[in-house]
């Protein structure tokens, strides 16, 4: 059992190293592993996430089943801290209670095809994060909006400013998502967080 929390925390390290050259703004709480034993065994997830709380008082927690090591697999592992862990859940939920907390509204939830949506995109993610291509599902709808403003802006195309237009306008309906991305390729300005509230992500024991 080990050394499939070992396998999860070498590929936080990985990721956390890399987030920088794809995310300029970065969540205040870490992201901590932690092994559980579910007496419902097969019918439990491989793994799972619990947000971060409210007042940043803990951080976000990567639940690995140790009841099903048959699951995890190196790819299955890979996929699974991409889409559950960083970036996916934890970058998208903790970003959005943190808006949150500073804006005095809640807009962490709501919109599940759009979290959907983004832990799909952040399972694609893995060949630029240190782990292999995730293939299956092909990034979903939210990497088929990054290819349409990157066709639309060349050269002046930020994947780093892109993720940020979409951690911080979402939850929101995707065609509303989609709609304000294109207006931003087309030089329009949508509100959008300033790099100067980037914050380097950081790791719970």
């Not at 976000?60 to 960083?86: A, D, K, Q």
């Not at 349409?148 to 979409?166: A, P, Q, W």
Request: a positive charge; proline letters at 7%.
């Amino acid at each position: 059992m080990d050394n499939i929390l070992q396998g999860y925390a070498a590929m936080q390290v990985r990721v956390e190293e890399r987030l920088p050259r794809l995310f300029d703004h970065l969540p205040r709480t870490g992201l901590r592993i932690v092994g559980e034993f579910s007496r419902a065994g097969a019918e439990t997830a491989p793994a799972w996430y619990t947000p971060p709380g409210t007042g940043g008082e803990r951080p976000g927690i990567f639940h690995v089943n140790l009841s099903r090591p048959e699951v995890h697999s190196s790819e299955r592992m890979e996929t699974l801290f991409l889409r559950e862990g960083l970036p996916g859940r934890h970058l998208q939920t903790a970003l959005a209670r943190e808006a949150d907390s500073r804006e005095g509204w809640r807009r962490s939830g709501g919109q599940p095809a759009y979290v959907e949506a983004w832990a799909g995109y952040a399972a694609c993610l893995g060949d630029r994060l240190g782990l292999r291509r995730y293939i299956s599902g092909g990034g979903g709808p939210i990497l088929a909006m990054r290819e349409t403003t990157g066709k639309i802006m060349g050269s002046r195309f930020d994947i780093r400013e892109f993720h940020r237009l979409v951690l911080y306008r979402g939850p929101v309906p995707l065609d509303l998502l989609a709609a304000d991305l294109k207006r931003w390729a087309h030089g329009q300005d949508p509100v959008r967080p300033s790099s100067q509230d980037s914050r380097r992500a950081v790791s719970f024991s």
